[in-house]
């Protein structure tokens, strides 16, 4: 598989990264670089391996139901580049 | 009941409906912080830096959380997975601080089950479960606050969420409003949600398609956060209609997101959500599998109330209708009221009473059952009254009427206002010989063979009596000396 | 007082408690010294206001009996770990001005003990590096110079870059660092200084901004075995936050070193003996056994043979997850925000996106969004977990056989600035010796053993089981002390001259 122009575009729209055409034309380069290195890994026989997804072998921890936090919204709104009214603001969205 | 089919200009439709219903979990704080879950605070008070995705901050579950989803599953009489797994649902939007919502994706905590609906007719109907899976609530966005700018409110954001997804096992709008009000009941039995939907704690995204009878599975629309019953039924007959229309026209459905639109009763596809998406779901790294030991799931079993189903069926058992059966379980406070009233007396005497004076009365003065003033004590001792004939069913109305204005105990206002019964026979005799004596013309008429007048001597009498007299001497001794 | 930027935490702590100096003269000293090496870039943010009271308040700790285990210890803090009120901001634009409203639990825990704080640490942006060479406020500079080149400036490593050449050049006694793929360890290398990077849950992640969750771990740098030992006992421990943390008591790590060795298994993975591998390297291994042998270790042959498979991993695994964490880096509630004409928000968060996170970020965004799209999910994502549970039970197989490895740390000595930059997987190639422990979670440690024809560090690495740092240092112990590591960078010769 390879990453061609438009495929870099589409992931980075995806990923919400801004791309222009000479962007996108060096990024396929180096992507397909890494991409192929990747690749080394259908060498690997993995039949019947079970995906890792934690390498620690424990229950998931859980808290008890009570209010420790929050109650803070002069904190939570102190480093927002917009605010008004106790609210976040951003570019108008419309549904 | 029969398919409820549409009309189109082609023929005959079939709707097919399934609804994927987000509940709030009753809790005091979020699903992964410790900030409050209360509904109704002032923006961005009830957000910690977990909830507003800040760099650095990570997630631990709240346990009440599990165990709730866990208690609802077995209400639905589903599998429970006793390993699930949270996985991360990639999609940027202004209200989802993260730019992900943490939610179960291929390894949901409950898995396929089924629950019980009441249609209007009085039929009833299974609907499949697929899956009921825990995930966080998004923020919110105020959209109306300024001309070029929206508002966002994170109080929401992190709230613990069931989202339980029917199978597509509905074809009317009505199976559809039956089926949101019988899960509401039984969240609210199991004390897992409050099933306020006006609050937003239970919110309706609905699939619909059409289909001629027969034919595949026709392409569906969802209809994202419809947040009444009312609402669902109609958002579901305008987007059949609508499809119908569309195809019936020569064009496609689209698969796509729509709104419904309170004011107007109408559906539009939302235009925020026409890009493609690809939610690159993954397990979250920054949460462990979650592994549920078999004794942990049998421990909650053993602490599930009877759910609606089953307090029905018992309650028809008891000699109810199954229309009062219905009414009286489809809320779990009704329900509990009932018994309480029913508590030592006639289980048909309580229930009408319950469904139609009190009912009535409460309808009458804008209550809700929770403030009515009259307890369920109260009425029980009404009733109780008139098993034991201290009062006749028409003076329980009068005193009822009483003490729905007064609070007093219904033995009080019959105390007070002497209206204790009279079944003294030869006090009541002496009654009937007075009108006897008052009425020869009319004693002569029914005599001749005007039947009909014998209910004017047992009105008479009672008049007389001022209502207390005992209807079954006054008729005994009406037949005796007529 | 000019000797006090020399002493190791031991000997530093021990004369403070003796009165010889105080917190403040320490502090002082190592401010002194950190203004005359700001050429190096090794902070961000300096705080040395912050540094001066807290060295006041361990004084009056120190006078009043009630000092903490690292009391007055000035130290470095990678510009990764968010404290409270001061600006963190993972060396990228996008966080540029951020002033956490919390404390991260590791820097929590030093400060509860006493620790200094002279400056938030360089570092590669959000951590995607191994030369310091993508943080948005510049390179580090490397205090070793090579000796053929010396008016070549290297890198230090990465990405606590900043870290380890602090403590290099001697302006904090110690520092904290994370490591993901070997990001305390390869500096630490190239530094001619010692780190470890713990257990997998050994240290909190909370407060620690996030690259790669189920990769990333906090771990300290310092001059000697026994210092990186005070550090991480200082760092370490349970911390409900964290739903990776492991519930499970903190030794007191200093006591492993200096242990004896006799009789411990190590394990010598033949993997590692890489074709083509620097034969400087090689050689340097080699001595490093023959040390361990000598000090009455025995030495076992053993097989990781998926290592050569650990990058590939790396490089699917690390991008997928930084893709995701990276995507609260939205311009909304914290950091940069780039406005645009048309007020729309996806183009608020595509320009804010574009113009916060350097080109390695996007690169690793890129890749990451990518192999977890639909329809590559599988070929990638999951084959890659596949593999990583192979790497797993490699080390664990291995450690059927011995205690632990000791292994190479880098493939080469540290190199120019500018080198290694045509193509981003050469620089990837750094890491093949680090990552695959990363991969597996296990704990190692990189010390310095020897130096390079040129002059320049070479480090070794060891590693451990699982929370068995004790054996890691027990060992580490005994390979510093055969290797006698006693070079100063030159910049600090030049300065002594
Ligand atoms: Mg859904
Ligand atoms: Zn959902």
């Known amino acids: 598989m390879s990453i061609d122009i438009n495929t870099v575009r589409k992931v980075a729209k995806l990923?919400?990264?801004?791309?222009?055409?000479?962007?996108?034309?060096?990024?396929?380069?180096?992507?397909?670089?890494?991409?192929?290195?990747?690749?080394?890994?259908?060498?690997?026989?993995?039949?019947?391996?079970?995906?890792?997804?934690?390498?620690?072998?424990?229950?998931?921890?859980?808290?008890?139901?009570?209010?420790?936090?929050?109650?803070?919204?002069?904190?939570?709104?102190?480093?927002?580049?917009?605010?008004?009214?106790?609210?976040?603001?951003?570019?108008?969205?419309?549904? | 009941m029969a398919h409820a089919l549409l009309k189109g200009e082609t023929g005959d439709w079939e709707m097919v409906i399934g609804l994927e219903v987000h509940a709030q979990i009753l809790t005091k704080s979020k699903l992964f912080s410790g900030a409050s879950a209360a509904f109704g605070a002032a923006p961005n008070t009830q957000v910690s830096p977990i909830d507003a995705g800040f760099p650095g901050m990570l997630p631990v579950i709240n346990e009440l959380c599990i165990e709730k989803a866990v208690r609802t599953g077995l209400g639905l009489n589903a599998k429970i997975n006793l390993y699930s797994v949270f996985e991360r649902k990639n999609y940027f939007y202004a209200d989802l601080p993260q730019g992900y919502q943490i939610s179960q994706y291929q390894h949901p905590i409950v898995g396929e089950g089924e629950i019980e609906i009441d249609l209007p007719d009085g039929t009833t109907k299974i609907i499949g479960i697929e899956r009921l899976h825990v995930e966080q609530d998004a923020g919110k966005s105020l959209h109306d606050q300024h001309p070029s700018k929206s508002y966002v409110d994170l109080n929401r954001s992190g709230n613990p969420l069931m989202e339980i997804v029917s199978k597509p096992h509905m074809n009317s709008a009505e199976e559809a409003a039956a089926y949101v009000t019988k899960l509401r009941a039984i969240v609210r039995y199991l004390d897992t949600c409050d099933g306020n939907m006006d609050e937003g704690s239970m919110?309706?995204?609905?699939?619909?398609?059409?289909?001629?009878?027969?034919?595949?599975?026709?392409?569906?629309?969802?209809?994202?956060?419809?947040?009444?019953?009312?609402?669902?039924?109609?958002?579901?007959?305008?987007?059949?209609?609508?499809?119908?229309?569309?195809?019936?026209?020569?064009?496609?459905?689209?698969?796509?997101?729509?709104?419904?639109?309170?004011?107007?009763?109408?559906?539009?596809?939302?235009?925020?959500?026409?890009?493609?998406?690809?939610?690159?779901?993954?397990?979250?790294?920054?949460?462990?599998?979650?592994?549920?030991?078999?004794?942990?799931?049998?421990?909650?079993?053993?602490?599930?109330?009877?759910?609606?189903?089953?307090?029905?069926?018992?309650?028809?058992?008891?000699?109810?209708?199954?229309?009062?059966?219905?009414?009286?379980?489809?809320?779990?406070?009704?329900?509990?009221?009932?018994?309480?009233?029913?508590?030592?007396?006639?289980?048909?005497?309580?229930?009408?009473?319950?469904?139609?004076?009190?009912?009535?009365?409460?309808?009458?003065a804008g209550k809700e059952l929770h403030d009515s003033p009259v307890s369920a004590e109260q009425l029980g001792g009404l009733l109780k009254l008139i098993s034991d004939n201290t009062i006749s069913g028409k003076i329980a109305k009068d005193v009822f009427a009483d003490m729905f204005e007064s609070g007093k105990d219904a033995a009080a206002i019959v105390a007070e206002k002497g209206l204790k019964q009279v079944t003294d026979t030869g006090a009541i005799e002496k009654i009937v010989d007075e009108v006897l004596a008052e009425n020869p013309d009319k004693i002569a008429e029914y005599k001749s063979g005007k039947d009909k007048l014998f209910g004017f001597f047992v009105g008479q009498v009672l008049k007389k009596s001022g209502g207390k007299a005992n209807p079954a001497i006054v008729n005994d001794l009406l037949k005796k000396k007529l | 007082m000019t000797n006090l930027t020399s002493l190791t935490i031991r000997q530093a702590l021990d004369g403070l408690k003796k009165k010889d100096f105080t917190a403040t003269e320490l502090t002082e000293a190592h401010i002194k010294a950190s203004e005359a090496a700001r050429h190096l870039n090794c902070y961000i943010t300096e705080t040395f206001d912050h540094a001066r009271k807290q060295a006041k308040e361990s004084d009056a700790r120190y006078a009043s009996g009630r000092a903490g285990l690292l009391d007055g210890v000035p130290i470095a803090m990678k510009d990764l770990y968010c404290t409270e009120g001061i600006q963190t901001t993972a060396a990228s634009k996008i966080l540029e001005g951020f002033k956490p409203p919390y404390e991260s639990t590791v820097s929590g825990n030093m400060f509860r003990d006493g620790a200094v704080m002279l400056g938030k640490a360089n570092l590669d942006e959000f951590a995607m590096g191994s030369s310091n060479t993508t943080s948005a406020y510049g390179n580090v500079i490397n205090p070793w110079r090579s000796e053929a080149e010396p008016d070549k400036q290297l890198v230090p490593g990465g990405s606590s870059g900043g870290s380890a050449a602090a403590v290099a050049a001697r302006i904090a006694m110690g520092a904290t660092g994370t490591d993901t793929g070997g990001s305390i360890r390869q500096p630490a290398?190239?530094?001619?200084?010692?780190?470890?990077?713990?257990?997998?849950?050994?240290?909190?992640?909370?407060?620690?901004?996030?690259?790669?969750?189920?990769?990333?771990?906090?771990?300290?740098?310092?001059?000697?075995?026994?210092?990186?030992?005070?550090?991480?006992?200082?760092?370490?421990?349970?911390?409900?936050?964290?739903?990776?943390?492991?519930?499970?008591?903190?030794?007191?790590?200093?006591?492993?070193?200096?242990?004896?060795?006799?009789?411990?298994?190590?394990?010598?993975?033949?993997?590692?003996?890489?074709?083509?591998?620097?034969?400087?390297?090689?050689?340097l291994w080699d001595k490093g056994v023959a040390m361990m042998k000598d000090a009455g270790a025995e030495i076992v042959d053993v097989s990781l043979p998926h290592t050569k498979y650990a990058l590939q991993t790396y490089y699917v695994i690390a991008p997928a997850e930084c893709s995701s964490n990276l995507a609260r880096y939205d311009g909304v509630r914290f950091g940069l925000r780039e406005n645009t004409d048309n007020g729309n928000l996806n183009d608020m968060y595509e320009a804010t996106r574009n113009a916060g996170f350097g080109k390695e970020v996007k690169r690793r965004i890129l890749i990451g969004t990518y192999v977890l799209s639909a329809g590559y999910y599988d070929a990638y994502y999951n084959k890659a977990r596949r593999v990583r549970k192979l790497i797993w039970q490699d080390f664990i197989n291995a450690y059927q056989k011995c205690d632990v490895l000791l292994t190479p740390t880098a493939p080469t000595p540290a190199f120019a600035i500018g080198e290694n930059t045509a193509d981003p997987?050469?620089?990837?190639?750094?890491?093949?010796?680090?990552?695959?422990?990363?991969?597996?979670?296990?704990?190692?440690?990189?010390?310095?053993?020897?130096?390079?024809?040129?002059?320049?560090?070479?480090?070794?690495?060891?590693?451990?089981?699982?929370?068995?740092?004790?054996?890691?240092?027990?060992?580490?112990?005994?390979?510093?002390?055969?290797?006698?590591?006693?070079?100063?960078?030159?910049?600090?010769m030049d300065k002594a001259a």
């Open chain 3, 189 to 283: 290398a190239f530094c001619g200084i010692t780190g470890i990077k713990p257990t997998y849950g050994r240290c909190s992640r909370f407060g620690i901004i996030a690259f790669a969750s189920s990769l990333d771990q906090a771990g300290p740098f310092a001059r000697t075995v026994e210092d990186c030992a005070l550090l991480l006992q200082s760092m370490a421990g349970y911390d409900p936050k964290d739903s990776t943390s492991v519930d499970r008591p903190v030794p007191e790590y200093f006591k492993a070193v200096g242990q004896s060795v006799k009789g411990l298994k190590v394990g010598v993975p033949k993997e590692y003996r890489v074709e083509g591998a620097n034969p400087e390297i090689l050689a």
């Open chain 1, 15 to 95: 990923a919400r990264i801004r791309t222009t055409d000479a962007d996108a034309e060096v990024l396929s380069g180096e992507l397909n670089n890494i991409l192929s290195m990747i690749e080394q890994l259908n060498e690997v026989k993995t039949d019947g391996v079970e995906p890792m997804t934690s390498v620690i072998e424990m229950n998931l921890p859980a808290r008890a139901d009570e209010v420790t936090d929050g109650d803070m919204p002069d904190k939570i709104l102190s480093c927002a580049p917009e605010k008004a009214a106790g609210f976040f603001v951003v570019p108008k969205v419309v549904e």
């Open chain 2, 203 to 364: 919110r309706c995204d609905v699939n619909v398609s059409v289909r001629k009878p027969g034919d595949a599975l026709g392409t569906r629309c969802e209809i994202k956060n419809v947040n009444s019953v009312r609402f669902v039924q109609q958002a579901i007959e305008y987007e059949a209609r609508r499809q119908i229309e569309v195809i019936e026209g020569g064009g496609t459905i689209k698969q796509e997101t729509r709104l419904f639109d309170t004011k107007n009763g109408t559906t539009r596809a939302m235009r925020s959500k026409e890009d493609a998406h690809d939610y690159r779901y993954f397990p979250d790294p920054d949460l462990l599998p979650l592994k549920l030991e078999q004794s942990f799931v049998d421990d909650i079993r053993k602490t599930l109330p009877e759910l609606p189903d089953a307090k029905k069926k018992r309650f028809i058992a008891l000699g109810l209708s199954n229309y009062d059966a219905s009414v009286l379980t489809a809320e779990k406070d009704r329900a509990a009221f009932y018994e309480k009233v029913a508590n030592n007396n006639d289980a048909k005497l309580a229930a009408n009473w319950v469904t139609t004076e009190l009912a009535g009365a409460l309808n009458k």
């Open chain 3, 425 to 492: 997987v050469t620089m990837y190639l750094n890491d093949i010796f680090t990552i695959p422990a990363s991969m597996a979670g296990m704990p190692g440690m990189s010390l310095p053993v020897g130096l390079s024809a040129d002059g320049l560090p070479l480090g070794l690495q060891l590693l451990g089981k699982p929370f068995e740092e004790e054996t890691v240092f027990k060992a580490a112990g005994a390979l510093e002390k055969a290797a006698n590591f006693t070079a100063l960078p030159q910049s600090l």
